[in-house]
């Protein structure tokens, strides 16, 4: 029974297809490891297990019935980012910490509609703002490589939950890296799709322009799977683009002959840890054997990336978070003397630290007298970010680099309430990504003192089969995906 | 010392569209409170806008009605600012790239002369929702149903320099909007309301003096009331040696004053910045041109055909032709019964009366656009006589029937017949000798005597030309 465990959505599909075990029972067994293993990492912030276990029983009786879905009763974790009817959406944060949705989210929608099981939802940074984790009202998620270092963030407590094994797969949303780098940290497959590939309708929003909703995986197969299952045009969200969605496991077994790696030179130079570039050298040799050629690219403006997405992000965002005000739903503060008190107080004391911080920056960078010096700067940044990207595409087809310059780092070492700008530059290598729309991807690359190393892999607009396919042959040539840091009894670990 | 007042309007028009601008809740007035609010309008996290198609199709059409240049790339923005009636602690608004650019609107004055007053823009926006503070005597209820109306503020140049000016462009303005059918125009219930920026200066001076914005005006007769009232205190309070500030002031229509409001929020600063959640709206010629064919036939247009087909004067063209219903309803009568001149002083004169005391509008007129030019028949065939006519026009406003229903029920059919007639007046002119006497020594006005004489004999029914004639003749001998 633990081989269940071991297992990914394509193999469980094939488990659960030959009836080797049923979706209640591979259910039940996570529920059991989340139960004895989520107190410690604290990945999960609600555990829906009577519901789980309901929509498992549900998805035997269709497969009994010969009436079920290719991924019925296939359990995985939702980012508690994405709204859930009748389940909490907390968002990470105090002021939601009472908030229940009476409506799903179309990527919810979406996985329910193919009968997927819901464990339950992950932990996140507040409102998404954090690269660590530890924003969270709910408190740190712990990496299940070592309790002592944080797991990456926004996306936690999907990435600690998937590579502890506490569920098979999880939905993410990334706004500067917050898929990626988690990747990168819990040595999981990682997938950020092009702004517009998926809906963002019911997926709380940070920054509306940045934020796009994808997963983590120990597998590009089960990326490919769960992206075919989200991705689409959404009537409800304006900013998602009508184009069809190609079949990402048809392509996923192109050959990689010929495929042109843009390496940025911006992204091997100072900050980047030698152990780690030795790594991601290993990977693009490896890439080489496979048929690929590599050379050298310039993202002219990756050094302003950092500084206009702290101006973009924080600008919408101190616009998305002015809902909360107490009046309607949320953390209402105690015995408000005016309207002005309420929005003060509950404001105050429903947001942490790094989330006013964020507001403040926002509104100050829109405040008059400031806009043009900032955020149309900002603006104009971006578009030179595009503009690189675009060049560089011009003579390669993918872009390749390390995800993050480092492994992992400890709980609390970057102590992000004096030095905010420390934390910000963990995303050095995410965020230009984020402004640019792009695609990107995170593969497990190796280890680095017995923590995962991720590979970043950037693609054209709309070119997510390319890249999964891309991550999937090296996942054939390669075991580092599957590497895991092995939580507890039941599942076999890297030691 | 001469002073000149210098006026801009911005008017929020609340476009007639089935659901909200951003959302498929109803926009449906009178409904109980917060029954009309989505997910959206309550600004549940993760919910996301949606722009009503509808919406852009009014406004464009509003856009070449005044001849404007239509934005083919408009930007949402979001104006951001705390209220418990705003859920989401932003509008969504247009502001640097509105759907409707520089246009005009050409009025006529009192005097009978025309002005164009120029419209720097038109943009859309969502409309907020109610605070209730009466119906809760320590709380504020918040009602969501309003929120996110689809409303089109138009804003004028200041190029309007009197309350008289400012209510010729409001009701121009009205007129267009009921037209083109894009809003129900109901000043009552907020459908237009208006925003009046008013300034004063010498006569002769080319800048602009500080001016005062007041809010939320909702009727024509308080526009004008409001703007003379600010105008005045600006001037007293120039001549006063004191300054006028610039503010947003309320009109207090039972004292007839404005003051001073919000005081607070003058120094708000919005923070515009361009709405992420929706791309800009990018429109080609062929949907611009799609509205364009579904434009009426506009007022000043109408009115020009109206002189030119029907004969009208131009003061008489225009009032037809100021609201579309009453255009149409003249146009049948005047059709119907072949005298476009006679239509015209029925639909103005008569008609609009007996709309006027009963309170009602003319499509909603108890003598239809045919039974009228029923009437107007039998006055054209000289069945029945123009004083006749109001007998009969007075039973069919109190539904007896048609004209010739009433005509032949109460035999008010005119009598022509010339024999007849002169036998009437031979009787009465043998019956009053004394009068046929003073008419022939040279009195003349005594003929009016014999004609009432008459028509009293024949009940009214006589035909007065054949009387008038007859009479003379007889009187002569």
């Not at chain 1, 507040?126 to 530890?134: P, T």
């Not at chain 1, 998620?141 to 990456?152: A, D, E, I």
């Not at chain 1, 070492?413 to 995410?430: C, F, G, H, R, W």
């Not at chain 2, 002169?422 to 022939?440: C, F, L, S, T």
Request: aromatic share 8%; glycine share 8%.
């Amino acid at each position: 029974m633990a081989d269940m465990l071991q297992q990914g959505i394509a193999e469980l599909a094939k488990s659960l297809a030959r009836k080797d075990f049923s979706s209640a029972e591979v259910t039940r067994a996570y529920l059991d490891r989340i139960h004895a293993h989520n107190g410690d990492l604290n990945a999960y912030v609600t555990v829906t297990g009577d519901l789980a276990l309901a929509q498992a029983q549900a998805a035997d009786r269709a497969r009994a019935a010969g009436t079920a879905c290719t991924w019925a009763g296939i359990p995985f974790a939702h980012k508690d980012i994405f709204c859930t009817t009748g389940v909490r959406t907390a968002c990470g944060s105090r002021m939601l910490d009472n908030f229940i949705a009476p409506y799903d989210a179309t990527v919810v929608a979406k996985m329910n509609a193919a009968g997927m099981v819901m464990l339950g939802k992950t932990n996140m940074d507040e409102f998404a703002m954090g690269s660590s984790n530890e924003t969270s009202w709910y408190g740190p998620v712990k990496n299940p490589w070592n309790r002592q270092l944080v797991p990456g963030g926004s996306s936690g407590g999907s990435a600690a939950a998937v590579a502890a094994h506490l569920c098979p797969a999880a939905t993410a949303t990334d706004t500067g890296g917050s898929i990626r780098q988690p990747a990168s940290f819990c040595g999981l497959t990682g997938i950020k799709p092009t702004y517009g590939r998926v809906s963002r309708w019911g997926m709380i929003a940070f920054a509306s322009s940045l934020d796009q909703a994808g997963v983590l995986t120990r597998s590009a197969e089960d990326a490919a799977i769960l992206m075919q299952m989200m991705s689409g045009f959404d009537p409800k969200d304006s900013t998602s683009v009508d184009l069809p969605v190609p079949d990402y496991l048809a392509s996923l077994e192109q050959p990689l002959k010929g495929l042109r790696i843009g390496l940025p030179k911006q992204h091997f130079a100072q900050g980047l840890n030698p152990q780690v570039e030795k790594l991601i050298r290993n990977a693009l040799a490896e890439f080489e054997k496979l048929g690929a050629t590599l050379k050298e690219v310039s993202l002219d403006n990756s050094h302003l990336s950092v500084s206009a997405y702290y101006v973009i992000a924080p600008a919408e965002a101190s616009a998305n978070l002015s809902r909360y005000d107490g009046v309607r739903y949320g953390y209402r503060c105690d015995k408000p003397a005016d309207l002005e008190d309420l929005y003060k107080r509950s404001r105050a004391e429903g947001f942490g630290a790094e989330v006013k911080r964020r507001i403040m920056v926002g509104t100050y960078a829109l405040s008059a007298g400031f806009y043009d010096a900032y955020y149309i700067k900002a603006q104009k940044i971006r578009r030179l970010i595009k503009d690189d990207f675009d060049r560089a595409f011009n003579d390669v087809d993918v872009i390749m680099g390390p995800t993050s310059p480092h492994t992992a780092f400890a709980l609390g070492s970057k102590n992000k309430d004096q030095d905010p700008v420390a934390m910000y530059l963990e995303d050095i290598y995410t965020i230009a990504v984020n402004l640019a729309g792009l695609p990107g991807l995170s593969i497990p690359a190796g280890l680095v003192n017995g923590l995962p190393v991720g590979l970043q892999i950037v693609g054209r607009d709309w070119s997510e089969g390319q890249l999964l396919n891309i991550a999937h042959k090296f996942q054939q040539a390669t075991d580092w995906h599957t590497r895991t840091p092995g939580v507890g009894p039941g599942v076999s670990g890297e030691k | 010392m001469a002073w000149e007042t210098v006026i801009g309007l911005e008017v929020h028009v609340q476009l007639s569209t089935k659901s909200k601008l951003f959302s498929g809740s109803s926009t449906q007035f009178g409904a109980e409170p917060n029954t009309q609010a989505s997910i959206y309008d309550l600004a549940l996290p993760g919910t996301l806008p949606v722009l009503n198609g509808e919406a852009l199709r009014m406004a464009v059409k509003f856009g070449l009605a005044i001849g404007a240049e239509i934005g083919k790339k408009s930007v949402f923005d979001r104006k951001n600012y705390f209220y418990p009636d705003l859920p989401k602690g932003y509008q969504t608004s247009q502001l640097n790239h509105p759907t409707v650019g520089k246009g005009s609107l050409t009025v006529t004055l009192d005097d009978g002369t025309t002005k164009t007053i120029g419209i720097t823009r038109a943009h859309m926006e969502e409309d907020a929702g109610k605070s209730l503070h009466e119906q809760f005597p320590h709380d504020t209820g918040i009602d969501l149903n309003r929120a996110g109306t689809p409303l089109l503020e138009i804003v004028s140049e200041p190029e309007i320099r009197s309350a008289k000016e400012a209510v010729a462009y409001l009701k121009k303005l009205h007129s267009l909007i009921l037209y083109l059918g894009i809003s129900d125009g109901d000043m009552s219930q907020g459908s237009m309301r208006c925003d009046a920026n008013v300034s004063v200066r010498k006569v002769g001076e080319t800048r602009f003096g500080t001016r005062a914005e007041i809010k939320n005006i909702n009727s024509f007769r308080f526009v004008e009331k409001a703007i003379l009232v600010e105008a005045q205190r600006q001037i007293d309070l120039i001549e006063d040696g004191g300054k006028v500030v610039q503010e947003t002031r309320l009109y207090d229509a039972d004292k007839n004053e404005t003051r001073s409001m919000r005081s607070k929020e003058v120094a708000n600063d919005y923070r515009y910045f361009p709405e992420p959640d929706l791309l800009p709206v990018v429109i080609d010629d062929a949907f611009i041109e799609a509205v364009r064919a579904t434009l009426p036939e506009l007022p000043d247009v109408k009115a020009a055909r109206f002189q030119q087909q029907y004969g009208l004067s131009e003061y008489d063209a225009n009032v037809l032709a100021a609201h579309r219903d009453t255009a149409d309803f003249y146009e049948t009568v005047a059709n119907d019964c072949s005298d476009a001149k006679l239509a015209a002083n029925w639909v103005m004169v008569d008609l609009q009366a007996v709309l006027n005391k009963s309170e009602l509008d003319i499509a909603q007129s108890p003598v239809s656009a045919a039974a009228l030019a029923g009437l107007i028949k039998r006055i054209k065939d000289s069945t029945i006589s123009s004083k006749i006519a109001k007998t009969v026009f007075e039973a069919m406003v109190n539904s007896e029937g048609s004209a010739d229903q009433i005509i032949d029920s109460k035999g008010l059919k005119q009598v022509s017949d010339s024999g007849a007639i002169e036998k009437m007046i031979d009787a009465i002119i043998a019956a009053n000798p004394k009068q046929v006497e003073q008419y022939r020594s040279g009195q003349e006005k005594v003929f009016t005597f014999f004609v009432g004489q008459v028509m009293k004999e024949s009940k009214g029914k006589a035909n007065p030309a054949q009387v008038n004639e007859i009479l003379q003749r007889k009187l002569k001998v």
